[in-house]
């Protein structure tokens, strides 16, 4: 009846950042994790973790993962392509912030 969504289309990519870095940042909570816990544990330098959240970063895509027990093309369906393999180069709009809260109400009209 419907079609298969495909994951390489082009779609709005400040929602869709917004929804991945939302479902991460839950998927850690219920794990009882913080990202100061997994830079920690992966010996990763302090901070990587929150800044693999906004921004690709190999290292801390994997130990985020690793930490969820899962695999990190799941995490991040935007920078990797469906095979799992990691997107090289990375598209630019995956080095944009997504809007703040403050400027997603503004332009609502809020």
Known sequence: M????RTDKP??????KLEELAAIKHKLL??????????RRYQLPRGTAGT?????NAA?????AAALGTK???LWP??????GQRRSPQPRENYE?????RQRQKAAGV
């Open 30 to 39: 219920l794990a009882g994790l913080s990202l100061y816990d997994i830079d």
């Open 11 to 16: 779609r709005n990519g400040s929602i869709d």
């Open 52 to 56: 693999t959240l906004r921004e690709p």
């Open 97 to 101: 912030r997504p809007p703040t809260m």
């Open 78 to 83: 935007s920078r990797y392509r469906p095979s």
């Open 2 to 5: 419907h079609r298969p969504q």
């Open 72 to 74: 990190a093309y799941l």
């Open 60 to 64: 801390g895509e994997r130990a985020i």
